[in-house]
């Protein structure tokens, strides 16, 4: 079992974007110390509490103040772009940053329908993604599908891809093209176990990926005291329940609270039904538990506290079982 880094850069209260992008050096630096495999970027628009929508860019400013760990998309929104575009950013990334890039592929709008317009896309653009994808795969490996036309940097430089999901479709998509899939159940669990047997039942082995390669996503709160953990979650409810249910209401905590306890609240606490909480002891039995559970080779973690400082100190609570100079490079 390995364990990886799932990071948006959030922009805690009183803080701006740059803030939040300076912050994801030490959560990278953290996660490198303690022997996690990875750490992905996830591409959102629109969201004054995330600061990594542009991942290539983030992706680099993280890699030149790093050594070893593989940095990456989790992901690239495909049908935001054309597949050329990200190849070129990719290729670029690879070259710069030999065999420490990867490239994980969505394609949801990553936020609202006006910001989808905003980003020239329609709603039929998630349609094309399996030819995009087909399309990209072809760009990175040297063997275009469109005459004449190859991306540079890129061209042969077969950066990894992955499929990502919350849903049976990036499932059957990556079990069709033999790619590793994550699946995003730090946010989106209801599907997990679903997603996971069409995953395994229908793979297709390719030369790169013989076999399945699954990551599963869970969210992480950890702290030497248990019941500062607890209030670290509960914060983290909170944060979420301010953004997916009283947007830019002015609320107090016990406003919040009792919206957590009404069905609304309940759809929030189920978004993070997959959570490790505790002291680090406690923490890493819930992961060997999730990781048994649900068969993965990977396990993405997604810091959830509030607060940076809380961020950083749970990766360091929480090593890795297998470092990542250890394993093999996926």
């Known amino acids: 079992m390995r364990y990886s880094l799932l990071d948006i850069a959030a922009v805690g209260r009183d803080e701006k974007p740059a803030d939040a992008l300076h912050g994801a050096v030490p959560l990278a ?25 542009a991942t290539s860019v983030v992706i680099a400013h993280v890699a030149a103040h790093t050594e070893h760990i593989r940095l990456g998309a989790g992901g690239v929104m495909l049908p935001n772009h054309s597949p050329l575009v990200i190849a070129e950013q990719f290729g670029t990334l690879a070259a710069l940053h030999p065999d420490r890039i990867d490239l994980g592929l969505g394609r949801a709008p990553g936020s609202d329908q006006n910001t989808m317009r905003a980003l020239r ?16 795969q072809g760009f990175l490996s040297g063997e275009t599908r469109i005459p004449g036309v190859h991306a540079t940097p890129g061209d042969g430089s077969n950066v990894p891809l992955y499929i990502l999901g919350s849903s049976l479709f990036g499932a059957q998509l990556a079990a069709a093209l033999g790619l590793p899939y994550a699946f995003a159940s730090h946010f989106a669990p209801a599907a997990l176990l679903s997603a996971i047997e069409v995953y395994r039942s229908e793979y297709q082995p390719s030369e790169r990926h013989p076999e399945p390669y699954l990551i599963v996503a869970a969210n992480l709160i950890a702290s030497p005291d248990e019941q500062d ?39 929030v ?24 559970q649900t068969g993965a080779d990977e396990l993405m973690l997604a810091p959830a506290a ?23 490079v996926n």
């Open 29 to 53: 630096r953290a996660a490198e110390r303690s022997g996690y495999h990875r750490v992905w970027y996830a591409e959102h628009h629109n969201m004054p509490q995330i600061a990594s929508a």
């Open 229 to 267: 953990a607890l209030v670290q979650h509960q914060a983290a409810l909170r944060w979420r329940a301010r953004r997916f249910i009283a947007p830019g209401a002015n609320l107090t905590e016990q406003q919040i609270d009792e919206l957590l306890d009404s069905p609304s609240g309940a759809q």
């Open 121 to 136: 896309r329609t709603p039929q653009s998630a349609d094309t993604f399996p030819q995009d994808v087909l399309e990209l």
């Open 306 to 328: 509030t607060r940076r400082a809380e961020r950083i100190r749970a990766v360091e609570l929480v090593p890795s079982p297998e470092p990542a100079a250890a394993v093999a």
């Open 269 to 292: 606490r189920g978004m993070m039904r997959y959570t490790a909480v505790g002291t680090p002891e406690q923490v890493q039995a819930q992961l060997a538990q999730f990781a048994q």
